[in-house]
């Protein structure tokens, strides 16, 4: 999944950011009626931040935006098909534009075996829609995010489990990407940096392919839909802050970013500070150690191919 922040009145018109338009935040959620899209559309619904919920899908966006439009909360409620002007009313005037279409794992899937049907995997899809708006002389790499957060709601819930705490109270920074070794969990920086071990592996091994978990356990009927949706909403809910002035809002995320491109990796997941136009400052890893300088080697070889299949898939579908 990821989102954009548009900076575009329609869509190629770009728009100054007003007061006015900071007190008025439509949201747009693509593919508002699958399995992530429902539950990411309500929570969006009781988000007071939100004045405008508009919900697309190819099949089903008028009927979840009619259920929600009944709950006692001020947003109004669109839905939409993918009739003559439906994508394009769905998007007029978006502060946010979130987008959990596509088709979810089955067992035995990676996210990579995704890629031919999907191309929905967050490593690949950013540099996708990167070239896509590059090539329309539209692209904004501070306006493009693929949504991170999953992981390191699962890293601080894990945690958790394993040192009995609060898993409110734990922040485990997560950095490289959203796919098996890509995602490199940062265990010194957290509140434990001492775990080590087997302790430490099992913990890794958990956080890297804690997805898995809930593919097994669904048997085919898809892949993480409502963590995944209260992963997006927070997300979602730290761009509005940001959006509406609020300084120090940092979610970690896989953006443009300057980090590693001298590796030729252009787009990398880390903390990264949100302000009223996107992306504010990206932070660097920051100190690992050299269990976590292994992951990263490891989780940069991986990404800079999966970025290269996004660009290369965009090359051959002009
Ligand atoms: N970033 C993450 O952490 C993360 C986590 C879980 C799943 N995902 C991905 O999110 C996506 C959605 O997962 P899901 O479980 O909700 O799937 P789902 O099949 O339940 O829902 C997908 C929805 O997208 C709609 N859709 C498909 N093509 C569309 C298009 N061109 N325009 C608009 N809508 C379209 C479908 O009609 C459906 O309602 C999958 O690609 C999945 O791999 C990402």
Redesign the pocket.
């Known amino acids: ?2 989102a954009a922040r548009q900076s575009f009145n329609s869509l190629f018109q770009k728009r100054a950011f007003s007061a006015s338009a900071r007190a008025a935040s439509k949201v747009t959620v ?8 429902q539950p990411l559309s309500l929570l969006l619904k009781l988000n007071p931040r939100v004045t405008e919920l508009a919900l ?5 966006g008028p009927g979840v935006a009619a259920d929600l439009s009944h709950i006692n909360t001020n947003s109004t409620v669109t839905g939409y098909n ?1 009739d003559a002007a439906g994508l394009a009313d769905a998007l007029k005037g978006s502060e946010i534009i979130l987008i ?6 089955k067992p035995g899937m990676t ?1 990579d075996d ?1 890629f031919n049907t ?1 191309a ?3 490593n690949s899809t950013v540099p996708i829609v990167s070239e896509v708006y590059k090539a329309r002389g539209v692209y904004n790499p501070k306006r493009l995010f ?6 390191v709601v699962r890293a601080s819930r894990f945690i958790s489990q394993v040192q009995k705490t609060d898993p409110s109270n734990e922040k485990v920074p997560v950095v490289g990407g ?1 796919s098996g070794v890509t995602i490199v969990p940062l265990l010194s920086q957290s509140g434990h940096p001492s775990i080590a071990g087997e302790a430490r592996d099992a913990l890794v091994n958990r956080i890297q392919f804690g ?1 898995d978990e809930v593919v097994k356990a669904k048997d085919g009927a ?4 409502l963590s ?1 949706a209260m ?2 909403a927070r997300f979602a809910e730290s761009l509005l802050r940001a959006a509406q002035g609020e300084k120090g809002v940092i979610e970690p995320t896989f953006v443009d970013s300057p980090l590693y491109k001298d590796q030729g990796v252009d787009f990398f997941a880390s903390r990264v500070e949100l302000g009223p136009n996107g992306v504010e400052k990206i932070h660097p890893v920051g100190q690992v150690n050299e269990y976590e300088q292994k992951l990263l080697d490891a989780a940069l070889v991986d990404l800079k191919k999966n970025i290269q299949k996004g660009v290369d898939f965009v090359k051959a579908n002009p």
């Not at 898809?222 to 839909?225: L, P």
């Open positions: 999944m990821f693509l593919g508002a009626g699958g399995g992530i899209g697309y899908d190819i099949r089903g993918p959990p279409a596509g088709v979810p794992r996210r995704l999907n929905s995997i967050v693929g949504v991170t957060t999953l992981d959203h997805g898809g892949s993480a839909t995944m992963a997006g």
